[in-house]
């Protein structure tokens, strides 16, 4: 398609292109690209899903062989580090690219403005700045995002008066009223990351997400031998999805390979004596704000890191009993009373018959 249009024009079509990515990319930002050659589009890409190519990746790859000369229009600065993909700065390198145009650096420490500078210096022609306040608009939630330097771990769990999250059985639905739930699919859309495990995944085939209330979070799964049937909800496709894995597991279903999953190989014996290891590759992916929704061996995991903020907790008017029935805290637990996890400060409110205690360590 031959154009007659200005930096001004393309770039607003980077922005179109970047929003296709709205609820999908997050924690990421949105983007969108448009290589442009002898006045012709030769290719558009924009980030579909959190984890997969860039835009400015996709862009090259519809292009092929025909990225030599050409002009690649961009919303941010191309990245400069190694994260779930390779550099694109790299990649715009080696496609023999003479000119890049973008609207804004990256406000990510890793790159801003190293990206751009290490285009400089491999002799193609950068212009940036232009329309860098409709920029900014479009990715301020993730410009926010990037001031949070500390991980902030939220640990939620519904149970009985007698501190029961499931029966013997493991049956576990529904334990709080429709108010309560309710309020907990709003809460998800404030986090980047909602945590379960396997046992959740199998017995309640939960979606994990917002529930149409707003941005859902990534889901972070752990599935040691990627046992999750096909049909289950969190591989509908619907939701960026990363699930770890047993790190020597030699087979993988195909049905787990989608663009909008990533698979992370871990050993598991490690983040069962350290849960530290999954915040810090989570933190790494720029996923700082984190919701654990697990059971009570989870829970003890997520706890003994030290790192949590506070925990919300629902009762329900029901007594479960039963000694094999789980509890909201399992592991080892204390064995001295004063080495109990201790609240720092409580709140306390209805929702309709549930009682919400928020506590703060």
Not at 137 to 151: A, C, G, S
Request: aromatic fraction near 6%.
């Amino acid at each position: 398609m031959k154009i007659f249009m200005n930096d001004e024009h393309l770039i607003k079509m980077t922005f179109d292109l970047a929003k296709k990515g709205s609820g999908f990319v997050y924690p990421n930002p949105m983007v969108g690209a448009v290589l442009v050659k002898n006045n012709k589009i030769i290719a558009t890409g924009f980030h579909k899903f959190f984890g997969v190519l860039h835009a400015e990746a996709e862009a090259i790859k519809i292009a092929g062989n025909k990225t030599k000369d050409a002009t690649l229009y961009i919303n941010l600065e191309p990245c400069n580090n190694w994260g779930k993909c390779p550099p694109c700065t790299d990649l715009i390198i080696k496609s023999k690219i003479k000119k890049v145009v973008c609207s804004m650096e990256d406000p990510n420490p890793k790159t801003c403005g190293q990206g751009l500078k290490k285009l400089r210096l491999n002799g193609i022609e950068v212009i940036c700045g232009v329309l860098k306040k409709q920029a900014t608009q479009l990715n301020k939630q993730y410009i926010n995002h990037i001031k949070i330097v500390k991980p902030h771990i939220t640990i939620k769990s519904a149970m009985s008066l007698d501190g029961k999250i499931a029966t013997k059985t493991g049956d576990s639905k529904w334990i709080t009223c429709q108010k309560s739930r309710n309020f907990v699919h709003h809460l998800r859309t404030q986090y980047d990351a909602i945590i379960v495990g396997t046992n959740t995944v199998i017995k309640d085939n939960p979606e994990l997400s917002s529930h149409n209330k707003g941005k859902n979070p990534v889901r972070v799964i752990f599935d040691e031998n990627l046992s999750t049937p096909k049909n289950y909800n969190i591989l509908d496709g619907k939701i960026p999805t990363i699930i770890f894995h047993e790190h020597n597991l030699k087979k993988i279903p195909q049905y787990f390979i989608k663009d909008c999953i990533k698979l992370i190989p871990i050993n598991f014996k490690l983040i069962k004596n350290d849960f530290n290891v999954v915040i810090d590759k989570l933190h790494d992916m720029s996923l700082k704000r984190i919701l654990v929704e697990g059971g009570g061996q989870l829970n003890a995991s997520v706890l003994s890191t030290g790192k949590v903020n506070d925990m919300l907790i629902f009762i329900a008017p029901i007594l479960v009993g039963g000694k094999d029935a789980v509890t909201i805290v399992e592991g080892n637990g204390a064995s001295l009373i004063r080495n109990s996890f201790k609240f720092k400060k409580i709140q306390i409110k209805k929702t309709d018959k549930d009682i919400l205690i928020k506590g703060t360590f």
